[in-house]
């Protein structure tokens, strides 16, 4: 019951957004996320998206993969 | 797009399992534990396991909301099915779990003419009430902090539009009272844990700093691909290591330190902590969520005056140890033989996240 998903928004309405991930479309409870947008990723769970994903974090992150992997 | 090219195969990152390699050297062997359904399912999906040096040992904690709920909850739900006018909706996952007689679960009861149908969301139970306005729809909210803001968002949204023949069934649980407790218990030996990072993203990074705090051991707050559960592992084993027990975000691209406050505020709106009961912990203090009496008549505990029955264990199922990391699914005499997932015997095996069940479909 427990997984999740990150899904990309494409229209909101009111609470609700039409979200799409790997040619899959659905709607999603956005209750609880600040500010979304259109383009926004959110990580999808029973539903309700819980958070926004950075994509500025994301790219930290693989970067940060880069440098173990060039200190080696 | 960025988050589904993320490193999805531990052989893509050969060079995080050589830095986890050294650091065992340093270390001698150590037992990780991760405390969440998903994680053990990418775990056991991506084959880490037989990756990973021999020092450094993967245990799976009381991280699936399924399997730790008790039976006499289950019994309790199975009685309320019963009853003509009531309509029973949960996860597909809890519908399958036995109460105490085993093979007897809510889908049994479904196949039997009972009123019980599996929803993906809180929000799908909703519309199944409006859809069914001749019946009382009770949905089973199970799950950790990740589940209960949505579910508090339902429950208002029913309180809302006043539609008085849906209640929910509170059945969710907070992780830091069982991780403590777990730590607390005699036969605790576990050297570092992979925090949670769907929870994590609720509550916020910061609500695991009590690890090093309070315990003086390390976590990490973990993402879900191959790439997160090595980095992860290898920032555990480093920490272990050099003897620097810390709390670590390896999650960012999701978590904040903070956590959701919108979502936080609509849990503490709705919920307040509750004493609850887990299956091989047994009653923990504040480790449940309680409806609050604003609330009541949303609250199926009240609207039903339900009661759980006696707590009997299911005999030779060693659920409680392996949901504590002390037992593994193979050591349970019960295991593969007995009890699969085509015919489980205990939480561990029914739900797909359990760690009985990993266990069994992948090794
Ligand atoms: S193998 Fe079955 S009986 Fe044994 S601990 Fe796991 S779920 Fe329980």
Redesign the pocket.
């Known amino acids: 019951m427990c997984l999740a998903m990150p899904m990309k928004i494409n229209e909101i309405d009111g609470p609700l957004a039409r979200c799409e991930a790997g040619g899959l479309s659905q709607n999603i409870r956005i209750d609880f996320i600040t500010d979304p947008k259109p383009g926004d990723y959110v990580m999808v769970h029973a539903g309700f998206a819980i958070e926004k994903m950075s994509e500025k974090e994301a790219l930290e992150n693989i970067e940060l993969l880069e440098e173990i992997k060039n200190a080696l | 797009m960025l988050y589904e090219n993320w490193f999805k195969n531990p052989g893509d990152v050969p060079f995080l399992l050589k830095k986890i390699t050294e650091y065992s050297k340093q270390t001698g062997p150590i037992r990780l534990m991760e405390v969440c359904g998903t994680h053990t399912m990418s775990i056991a999906r991506s084959g880490i396991k037989s990756v990973l040096p021999e020092n450094v040992q993967l245990l799976s904690g009381p991280g699936c909301p399924v399997c730790v709920t008790p039976a006499n909850i289950i019994d309790m739900i199975l009685s309320l099915s019963e009853r003509e006018d009531i309509l029973i909706t949960s996860y597909g996952d809890l519908l399958r779990v036995p109460g105490s007689i085993r093979g007897d679960n809510l889908l049994k009861r479904r196949a039997g003419g009972g009123n019980v149908e599996s929803v993906y969301s809180p929000m799908d139970a909703l519309r199944l009430a409006e859809d069914h306005p001749e019946k009382e729809a009770v949905f089973l909210g199970a799950g950790f902090e990740t589940t209960a803001p949505g579910t508090a968002a339902c429950l208002l949204e029913a309180a809302s539009r006043r539609l008085d023949n849906f209640s929910v069934l509170c059945l969710l649980k907070q992780t830091e009272p069982a991780l403590r407790s777990l730590i607390e218990s005699p036969d605790f030996a576990v050297s570092g844990f992979l925090c949670p990072g769907h929870v994590a993203a609720i509550i916020g990074a910061d609500r695991f700093s009590f690890l090093p705090g309070d315990y003086r051991l390390p976590g990490v707050v973990a993402g879900f691909e191959a790439a997160d559960l090595l980095c992860s592992i290898l920032e555990l084993t480093r920490m272990l290591a050099e003897n620097r027990p810390a709390l670590k975000n390896e999650y960012t691209r999701l978590v904040r330190p903070g956590g959701n406050p919108a979502a936080l505020s609509l849990m503490e709106k709705v919920f307040r902590p509750a004493p609850s009961r887990w299956r091989g912990l047994g009653y923990i203090d504040g480790s449940g969520y309680a409806i609050r009496d604003e609330y009541a008549s949303w609250d199926a505990m009240q609207k039903f005056s339900l009661k759980p029955p006696a707590e009997t264990e299911?005999p030779?199922?060693?659920?409680s140890?392996?949901i504590r990391g002390v037992?593994r699914?193979a050591d349970?005499?019960?295991?593969?033989n007995?009890?699969s997932p085509a015919s489980?015997?205990?939480?561990?095996?029914?739900s797909g996240e359990?760690?009985?069940?990993a266990a069994?479909q992948y090794g």
């Open positions: 299911i030779g199922c060693q659920c140890g392996v037992v699914p349970c005499p019960l295991f593969g007995i009890c489980p015997v205990g939480p561990c095996m029914v359990g760690a009985c069940a069994y």
